[in-house]
């Protein structure tokens, strides 16, 4: 999937941080019914694309009755790279369409 961005990333599992679950009841309440499709987004994502002010990252987008985005960050621990969700939240179709038009975002084909 990453090769797809031309970015460097580590090939590994994405982890969910701690507090993930309760960020989106916080900031996002009314996509909390999305977090149990966490694994499927990831897996079989729509779309994919890199947040240009976060170039250590990767959002993963997948169409259900709203288009959900998932932020995956980079992190660094004692010198140890790893992946996590760090947000999930639902986007306007017209934004989808800006970020797909712009490239930000690519047609995942697996």
């Known amino acids: 999937m990453i090769h797809m961005l031309n970015i ?12 993930f679950k309760k960020h989106v009841k916080k900031k996002h309440p009314h996509c909390e019914k999305y977090i149990f ?3 499927d987004i990831i897996s079989n994502p729509d779309y994919i694309g890199v947040h240009p002010n976060e170039p250590n ?3 993963l987008v997948k169409r259900l009755d709203k288009n959900i985005l998932v932020a995956i960050t980079l992190s660094e621990d004692i010198g140890t790279k790893y992946l996590y969700a760090s947000s999930l939240y639902d986007i306007s179709e017209p934004k989808l369409q800006n970020r797909i038009n712009s490239k930000r975002l690519l047609k995942w084909e697996n």
């Open 37 to 39: 499709k966490i694994s």
């Open 8 to 19: 460097n990333l580590p090939a590994d599992d994405i982890s969910m941080y701690h507090g």
């Open 57 to 59: 990252s990767i959002e």
